[in-house]
């Protein structure tokens, strides 16, 4: 059996910085369609699928603003479109989380389903 031993060499000392969760963030993005307003999202990754959620944002009525590498302003002016374009959901298995939000807010929404997703093939509305 493999071991590690680990011997102390005093006290750590510095700084670390956590990098945000792609998965927590994409929810979050996802759940700012929820109310009217102007949300401010930091320690958000840098990452395509932040990218692609972003746009899938601005396609349902939204403003998506980067305010610096790790942050985001995101505005809801309240007036969303309850269908997301299926260009953009192709693109992105997690752009399914939008759903439930529009869902929840409009009472109806429409998602393509994204490439991959073992249900069916073909289109999920909520009515």
């Keep these: ?11 750590l000392h510095g700084d670390v910085e956590i990098n945000g969760a ?16 102007t949300f401010f999202l930091t320690n958000v ?21 980067s305010v ?14 309850a269908e997301a374009p299926y260009e953009l959901v192709e693109k992105m298995r997690a752009s399914i989380v939008v759903l439930g939000p529009l869902l929840a ?5 429409g998602v393509a389903l994204p490439v991959g997703t073992i249900l069916a093939q073909g289109r999920l509305t909520c009515i």
């Design 45 to 65: 990754p840098d990452i395509t699928d932040v990218r692609l959620m972003s746009e899938l944002l601005v396609s349902l009525g939204m403003t998506v603003r």
């Design 105 to 109: 807010r409009y009472g109806k929404a």
């Design 22 to 37: 792609k998965n927590s963030a994409l929810k979050v993005m996802a759940a700012c369609s929820l109310a009217e307003g």
């Design 68 to 81: 610096d590498t790790n942050s985001l302003e995101i505005t809801n002016p309240g007036n969303l479109t």
């Design 1 to 11: 059996m493999d071991r590690i031993i680990v011997k102390p060499s005093g006290p």
